[in-house]
């Protein structure tokens, strides 16, 4: 089943040439099923780079699935376009009325300013506590990751002495959960921070599980499901380039960076980078997906609510006329 974007975001062009079902909004309507409400509330520079990434594997999945972009309220990013802010991105406080089955925070660069530092800080710590009532699962990246377990179990973040910076192997630890079926044992996976937190913060009795870790740069993949989310401290769903990128322009800016671990060819920068991780991008993004599809309730308005059972039992595909209107659920 396709993805449902605007029909003229830039990463329309990309994700078809790439072979991903994208159905524009006459289309999806004309069809008549309720997709899967998905939010990316995207908080990293590159804003267009960062929609088609989400967006390619999200829309990659069997089920029909509507993307939603969010941005901070009060906040004007720098390095994207006015006019396609405007076009594309709803403020959170406009959303905030809203139920999604699933909602994607994104990393950001400010992960070496104190939390409290940040512009955001405030409307943040909001989002996290509306995710609790608004949201049925929640997957937070890399800073966000970092914010996450920070506000809702005090967990501090620390500074590393170099950047964490380059295709790290972890390792598997949960081969059972539902997030991580068809995973291989070791994983590839692109890691890009200069802090992290630390698998010796995590409170007694918090909930949090440790699905995948690396020797070299620690915690990857937590659960928490005491709050329905899934913290992914590292990159998975950065394109073959994304490091090259980053590197480049370090250099270019006089940062002091070493090469990329494991990323170029013989570290060698004039060679182009092979990209080992793609097929877990999919897996996870596709367990994720799957794994609302299978808990969220049946009419999304009851997400939120107290003691509603989360359950799925429908067959994907089905249309809205098979069931009441108002209990329309994910097909």
Known sequence: MPIKIPDDLPARDTLEAEGVMVMG????????????????????????????????????TPLQVELTLV?????????????????????????RAERFDGFIITGAP????????????????????????????????????QAAVHHFHGMPKHCL???????????????????LVGFSDDVCIPVSRWTEVRRADIPAHSGLTVLAESEQT???LVDDPSHHSLHMFNHLEYDSTSLADEYFRDVANGVDIGVPHNYFPDDDPTRAPVNRWRSHAH????NWINRIYQTT????????????????PAPAGRVREA?????????
């Not at 002495?161 to 997030?179: E, I, M, N, Q």
């Not at 897996?283 to 596709?286: N, P, Q």
């Open 110 to 145: 400010v992960e070496r300013l104190s939390f409290s530092d940040v512009t955001y800080w405030d409307e943040l710590r909001r989002v996290f506590d509306w995710t609790q009532t608004n949201v049925h699962r929640c997957l937070n990246i890399c800073w966000a990751a």
């Open 161 to 179: 002495p170099r950047k964490a910076f380059g295709v790290y192997d972890h390792r598997v630890l949960v081969p059972a959960s539902p997030y």
């Open 283 to 286: 897996l996870l993004a596709g």
């Open 25 to 60: 909004e006459a289309d999806a309507i004309r069809q008549d099923v309720r997709p899967l409400r998905i939010g990316l509330l995207n908080l990293m520079p590159n804003k267009i780079c960062t929609e088609t990434q989400i967006a390619r594997l999200i829309g990659a």
């Open 218 to 220: 620690g915690l990857c």
């Open 323 to 331: 069931v009441p209107a108002h209990a329309a659920g994910p097909a």
């Open 71 to 95: 941005r901070i309220s009060d906040h004007v990013p720098r390095h994207t376009p006015v006019d396609h802010m405007t076009s594309f991105y709803r403020a959170w406080q406009d959303v």
């Open 297 to 312: 309730p049946f009419d999304i308005t009851r997400i939120g609510r107290p003691g509603v059972v989360s359950h799925h």
